[in-house]
Nanobody, 115 residues
Framework: QVRLVESGGGLVQAGGSLRLSCAASGRLFSINAMGWYRQASGKERELVARISRADSTNYADSVKGRFTISRDNAKNTVYLQMNSLKLEDTAVYYC?????????WGQGTQVTVSS
C-alpha cells in the first residue's frame, strides 16, 4: 500500500504564495508521474500540474506562469510552488502518484485564498 502525506496548505491573501509538498511511502516500485489536482466547491476535480519521471511537466492553462511543480526522486516527494495566488485558486488540492501498479490519491489539503 502506498501512503501519501500532503502538507503546506492554508490560508493566504491574494497575491501571496504557498508551497505544497507530498511525500510518498510504502509499497513504492517505480514511480512514473506525480502530480496535483484540485477541486473547488461545486466544481469538478481538475489537473493542476503533472511531472513525469523524466521531469517533463504540464500545467493547467489557468496556473501557467504562476505555479511550478518539481520532484525529488530520492525522497519520493513532489512539490507545488504556488505564486501570485488568486481567489479562484481556492480549492482542495490532491496529490497523485502513478506507478505501474496503479494510481494513489492523497487525502487532500485545503488552500484558501482571501481578498
Amino acid at each position: 500500500q502506498v501512503r501519501l502525506v500532503e502538507s503546506g496548505g492554508g490560508l493566504v491573501q491574494a497575491g501571496g504564495s504557498l508551497r505544497l509538498s507530498c511525500a510518498a511511502s510504502g509499497r513504492l516500485f517505480s514511480i512514473n508521474a506525480m502530480g496535483w489536482y484540485r477541486q473547488a466547491s461545486g466544481k469538478e476535480r481538475e489537473l493542476v500540474a503533472r511531472i513525469s519521471r523524466a521531469d517533463s511537466t504540464n500545467y493547467a492553462d489557468s496556473v501557467k506562469g504562476r505555479f511550478t511543480i518539481s520532484r525529488d526522486n530520492a525522497k519520493n516527494t513532489v512539490y507545488l510552488q504556488m505564486n501570485s495566488l488568486k481567489l479562484e485558486d481556492t480549492a482542495v488540492y490532491y496529490c497523485v502518484v502513478t506507478q505501474v501498479t496503479g494510481t494513489t490519491w492523497g487525502q487532500g489539503t485545503q488552500v484558501t485564498v482571501s481578498s
